[in-house]
């Protein structure tokens, strides 16, 4: 609206209530997110170079000495490692496991290219984990996981003489328990995200397709998934921030918030346990400088890969 | 190549039935395995929740009997002894005063922001807009610490500061609000680009004032974003567990948030724990979202979905 070819604001009543229609409409959500946001971004650098410890302690000045800790300290790395592999296995799971059922749902059908029965249905139920908390699937799980006859996967084990699986209490597996439930939540919401993008694919290009002899399989890598690449994408990166996010799905339903001896423990959930179970003020921010570095450089990564060319149609 | 022309001669001087009837010959087989499929997934979904339900219903003995046993006579007293002692009901409470809250002051103040920052031209617009949205890709741990004694500091104010310090649904709202204006003010300024100048301009020339533009011409046009953002908000704060961990003491339980209160019944159940009492609280919280997502699934959907698709 306004140029720099207009006088100042206090020039001019109009402009003056303009500048301050604007600046009382910002005042108020600036400064929350100053305050509770912003702030705490800049303090947790730093604290980082305090050792603070307990509540009412006073945080004394060590420099880097928290950070050379961190070098040495075997459960962050097994955290930061366990963060590294959920990055890359969460997307990837969930990408490929909704893609097909995506595919199914819109061009499942008898006629290769309309959608199956039901696809309504299917999309309405794969969605609800969704919308459950992450700490009550967490708890409801850590049910379904028992180790023993009660528990809803090992009744049916133990039923056909089988030994039954620890699913949390085992370090060999319960990681990937984790990584299942993570998934068993997220498939739906990329199931209908997917559909979306492929019902606005025009029908004309698969009866081509098909008119000059393509599988199904093809179908979907020639015209699909190209056709549907930019949504793909912005799911990887809102997976692998959700990666990154992992806290109450370990927090709640392992042993030992991350145990078995660590084997499921994230980054999150060392900084909270730093924090507020040892009251390591001071290195539990070093933690989240650390990481702060690691999302930045994700953030980098996820746009530089996803600025590839647009298939226009 | 060879193969493709020969699929279309052949196709040549049939009827379109026939065709049809072609291709669904072979893509048949499939479209019976993709039920299959289907199918199994939606047994994956919802056997663990009606699993859940069953258990709420049965006794002790029956939960730490077989898993795949049905309850011999439904036992109800299990929800009442979670809704009570359990503290599932004032839990579920906590969690509907702060979501609204938290919900109302979330899109009052970044539809605000939003505005401003869509359709006003002034100096550091960019800069303001890019502080809110360099939020969305910082989980909320890094800062944990302190972002706890900010609120704890918050609470040594004068006279407010019993309201919005640490224990009290004042600092937790005020917490959700600010974490929650990233995505809002993301998706609300686009969509207040793409509305019309056309009215607006209209009512400045009848004398309207900014603020009155805003909230009679500009929020009802914006309806459709701002009920997607609400849904994403509302789900987002409800769902929430680790602020209100941080932020609502051991101290503090009469206040505590459903997420945070089911997930200390289960961590901090030991041997004498009440499954059966757990289960009904699980139930608990699982139904009333099962409720609103049966009526308003279509909405839920397009809201969570929304910010992906922009």
Avoid: C
């Amino acid at each position: 609206m306004s140029n720099g070819t207009k006088p100042p604001f206090f020039m001019n009543r109009t402009a003056f209530t303009r500048a301050r229609f604007i600046i009382g409409f910002l005042a108020v959500p600036v400064l929350l997110y100053l305050v509770y946001v912003i702030s705490p971004y800049a303090q947790a650098f730093s604290i980082a170079m305090t050792d603070w410890r307990g509540v009412n302690a006073e945080p004394g000045f060590v420099g880097a000495a928290n950070f050379r800790r961190l070098l040495d300290d075997n459960v962050f790395w097994t955290a930061v490692r366990h963060n590294g592999l959920l990055l890359v296995l969460m997307p990837l799971g969930t990408l490929v496991i909704a893609l097909f059922f995506a595919f199914l749902l819109n061009a499942g059908g008898p006629r290769g290219v309309s959608g199956v029965r039901g696809a309504r249905f299917y999309r309405v139920v794969f969605f609800f984990p969704q919308v459950l908390a992450v700490a009550i699937v967490a708890v409801l799980f850590q049910q379904v996981f028992r180790p023993d006859e009660s528990g809803m996967l090992n009744a049916p084990l133990m039923a056909l003489g089988l030994e039954p699986v620890g699913f949390l209490s085992d370090p060999g597996v319960a990681f990937w328990s984790i990584l299942g439930v993570l998934i068993w939540q997220a498939v739906g919401f990329y199931v209908v995200l997917f559909s979306a993008g492929m019902a606005s694919i025009p029908r004309d290009l698969y009866e081509a397709a098909q008119i000059d002899g393509a599988t199904r399989g093809r179908l979907f890598f020639r015209v699909t998934l190209p056709l549907l690449w930019d949504t793909v994408q912005v799911g990887w990166i809102y997976l692998g921030i959700a990666a990154l996010d992992v806290f109450a799905i370990v927090w709640v339903m392992t042993a030992e918030h991350g145990g078995p001896d660590h084997s499921t423990t994230v980054m999150a959930a060392e900084i909270y346990r730093n924090a507020f179970q040892y009251f390591k003020f001071g290195y539990a921010s070093a933690m989240g400088v650390v990481l702060f570095f690691f999302t930045v450089a994700f953030a980098v990564v996820a746009l530089r890969l996803s600025r590839r060319e647009r298939v226009e149609f | 190549m060879v193969s493709r022309t020969s699929a279309r001669t052949a196709e040549v001087g049939l009827t379109r039935g026939q065709v049809r009837e072609r291709r669904r010959l072979r893509l048949g087989p499939l479209s019976g395995l993709s039920h299959v499929a289907l199918v199994v997934w939606t047994v994956l979904v919802v056997v663990p929740i009606v699993w859940t339900f069953l258990a709420s219903v049965k006794s002790e003995d029956e939960i730490f009997g077989s898993a795949w046993s049905l309850p011999a006579t439904p036992r109800w007293d299990n929800w009442a002894r979670a809704w009570d002692q359990a503290h599932v009901g004032r839990y579920m409470l906590n969690s509907v005063v702060v979501v609204s809250l938290g919900t109302a002051g979330t899109m009052l103040f970044g539809a605000m922001a939003a505005y401003v920052l869509a359709r006003y031209r002034f100096r550091g617009n960019r800069a303001v807009y890019l502080l809110f949205v360099s939020g969305l890709a910082f989980p909320v741990y890094l800062a944990l610490t302190p972002l706890f004694f900010v609120v704890r500091n918050m609470g040594n104010l004068p006279l407010i500061g019993p309201l919005i310090g640490l224990d009290s649904y004042g600092g937790l709202v005020l917490v959700y609000i600010a974490y929650s204006l990233p995505f809002t003010v993301f998706f609300l300024s686009a969509f207040f680009r793409t509305l019309p100048q056309a009215v607006a301009e209209a009512a400045f020339v009848d004398g309207a004032s900014h603020s009155r533009v805003f909230f009679q011409i500009m929020l009802p046009l914006a309806r459709p974003g701002i009920v997607s953002i609400t849904i994403f908000n509302v789900l987002g704060q409800w769902n929430q567990y680790q602020i209100p961990l941080v932020l609502l003491s051991g101290q503090a339980k009469d206040k505590w948030v459903l997420t945070q209160g089911i997930a200390d019944i289960s961590t901090a159940a030991g041997y004498d724990a009440d499954w059966a009492a757990l289960f009904a609280a699980l139930s608990m919280a699982i139904l009333p979202m099962l409720i609103v997502y049966t009526i308003f699934q279509r909405q839920i959907q397009a809201g969570l979905t929304a910010g992906a698709l922009k």
